[in-house]
T-cell receptor, first 111, second 115 residues
Framework: DAKTTQPPSMDCAEGRAANLPCNHSTISGNEYVYWYRQIHSQGPQYIIHGLKNNETNEMASLIITEDRKSSTLILPHATLRDTAVYYCIVRVYTGGFKTIFGAGTRLFVKA | SQTIHQWPATLVQPVGSPLSLECTVEGTSNPNLYWYRQAAGRGLQLLFYSVGIGQISSEVPQNLSASRPQDRQFILSSKKLLLSDSGFYLC??????????????FGPGTRLTVL
């Protein structure tokens, strides 16, 4: 079972910031939070990951709460091409490198 | 730079027929390799992963199997396809034994329809 909880869907106006929340209340101290997205009929695309500090790259920013029980992915200026399913993932080590993908959040960016 | 290839892109097969999907990675050595399946409108289900040649771990019991005959080649097979095998099959790779910073990079996928 996935160790993260995300809203099933969200809307965002084009040009506005999209803030996608994720709860991971059972995260352990050495587990990273990863975000991927999947545009329809394509393979998932890596966006960003972090441990405890906030992270930013050319695609997005990741804000992790101090207790690490939740995080928010921020797309600062959403475009129509950002419409996709966004997956928040906590890496689980069970004798191998196993990543569990939940249902994700379907983000609709509207003109 | 690293690239990952999967073929075929789409496949329509009758029930009971065999299956062979291939995945290759370029530009890296000794990657971890993964096979996922995604049913229509659903999330990704991890099927197999491999940390080296001939080393395969299965995550779910089923009529599929995986093999890694070469360092950067990962093959998903079945002797007899079931209707429930229909889905979007994704191959992914990651750098290797890099601890918890093991970012996965996905291929374009193969859409399989079993009739």
């Amino acid at each position: 079972d996935a160790k993260t909880t995300q809203p099933p869907s969200m809307d965002c106006a084009e040009g506005r910031a999209a803030n996608l929340p994720c709860n991971h209340s059972t995260i352990s101290g050495n587990e990273y939070v990863y975000w991927y997205r999947q545009i329809h009929s394509q393979g998932p695309q890596y966006i960003i990951h972090g441990l405890k500090n906030n992270e930013t790259n050319e695609m997005a920013s990741l804000i992790i709460t101090e207790d690490r029980k939740s995080s928010t992915l921020i797309l600062p200026h959403a475009t129509l091409r950002d419409t996709a399913v966004y997956y928040c993932i906590v890496r689980v080590y069970t004798g191998g490198f196993k990543t569990i993908f939940g249902a994700g959040t379907r983000l609709f960016v509207k003109a | 730079s690293q690239t990952i290839h999967q073929w075929p892109a789409t496949l329509v097969q009758p029930v009971g027929s065999p299956l062979s999907l291939e995945c290759t990675v370029e530009g890296t050595s000794n990657p971890n390799l993964y096979w996922y399946r995604q049913a229509a409108g659903r999330g990704l289900q991890l099927l197999f992963y491999s940390v080296g040649i001939g080393q395969i771990s299965s995550e779910v019991p089923q009529n599929l199997s995986a093999s890694r005959p070469q360092d950067r080649q990962f093959i998903l097979s079945s002797k007899k396809l079931l209707l429930s095998d229909s889905g979007f099959y994704l191959c992914a790779w990651s750098v290797g034994l890099a601890g918890d910073t093991d970012t996965q990079y996905f291929g374009p996928g193969t859409r399989l329809t079993v009739l």
